[in-house]
């Protein structure tokens, strides 16, 4: 889908619901397989435990990395990617309520890798800096979702903009609807 010129009014929403829909079957697309996959993993770890080993230490550390990893790409990939496929459809359709679970789902994920940021910078500067991708790589995250908090929140306004008048069934800008009859006050 092409999206409109510079200067229409449907833009800002057409912008945020590709984003959307690009940022979600990503989502889908790795977090599926991955947490799936590695919680088949885990539940084998599970049901076949392995025999003891004085020697081995390493069992234990695989299981828990693993069912690391499977919670990450379920919970920060693919349900995040679910929903903005859903809200991105939904916001196509002008529905306000797509707007708002994207605002809510890119808002969480803002937070959530801003806060991982945060808390590895630490990490980032005792290591001499050599480690400085994993802050790269949730700075470009939490500008990613900071651009899809400011292109939704200008659809809320595009939504709002055509609201249709029940009576004529045209659309007016908010700010142009009829004022309602003021009651008389004794």
Known sequence: ?????????????????????????????????????????????????????????????????????????????????????????ALKRYKLWGALLGLIVAGLLLLTYAAFTVATLPWVIESGGKAFLVSIIGLLLCLRFGGIVYHLLAAVRVIRTRQLDSSAGRAFPVGELPEPPKAACD
Do not use: C, H, K, W
């Open 1 to 89: 889908m092409a999206l409109p010129p510079r200067g229409d009014p449907d833009r800002p929403l057409r912008v945020a619901a590709r984003l959307m829909m690009r940022v979600g079957i990503f989502g889908l697309v790795v977090g599926l397989p991955l947490g799936v996959g590695l919680g088949l993993l885990v539940l084998f770890e599970i049901s076949n435990p392995p025999r003891p080993d004085p020697g081995a230490i390493g069992a234990g550390l695989i299981f828990a990395s693993a069912l690391a990893v499977a919670l990450f790409a379920l919970f920060l990939l693919a349900l995040p990617g679910a929903l903005f496929v859903v809200a991105a459809t």
